[in-house]
Nanobody, 120 residues
Framework: HVQLVESGGGSVQAGEPLRLSCEAS???????LAWFRRVPGKEREAVAT???????VYHDSVKGRFTISKDEATNTLWLEMYSLKPEDSAMYYC????????????????WGQGTQVTVS
């Protein structure tokens, strides 16, 4: 049973940083990994992805502010978020994919339960 468990969400003021973590029960070396977010009433969107080789892709709205990284020794994925804006408020999901790239939600094989980020 694959589990992706997010943590680190919370409520912060605009401009403050936040770091999300995702602990995976699978061998992350074999997967493309991603952070998605969803705002009620809107489609879930990819925020950042990191491939097996470490190549990263970011949504235009977070480039220069968010950093995705991973530790294959501990099967942990992170999302460091700086200069947070109110429009970054959303439920953030950790995800894993068998595909080479995983910016599209249809490519995702496993999802976490999500962690809420609120920026005011």
């Amino acid at each position: 049973h694959v589990q992706l468990v997010e943590s680190g969400g919370g409520s912060v003021q605009a401009g403050e940083p936040l770091r999300l973590s995702c602990e995976a029960s699978l061998d992350i070396r074999r997967y493309c990994l991603a952070w998605f977010r969803r705002v009620p009433g809107k489609e879930r969107e990819a925020v950042a992805t990191i491939s097996r080789s470490g190549y990263t892709v970011y949504h235009d709205s977070v480039k220069g502010r968010f950093t995705i990284s991973k530790d294959e020794a501990t099967n942990t994925l992170w999302l460091e978020m700086y200069s947070l804006k109110p429009e970054d408020s959303a439920m953030y999901y950790c995800a894993a994919s068998y595909w080479i790239t995983c910016f599209n939600g249809t490519q995702i094989s496993y999802w976490g339960q999500g962690t809420q980020v609120t920026v005011s």
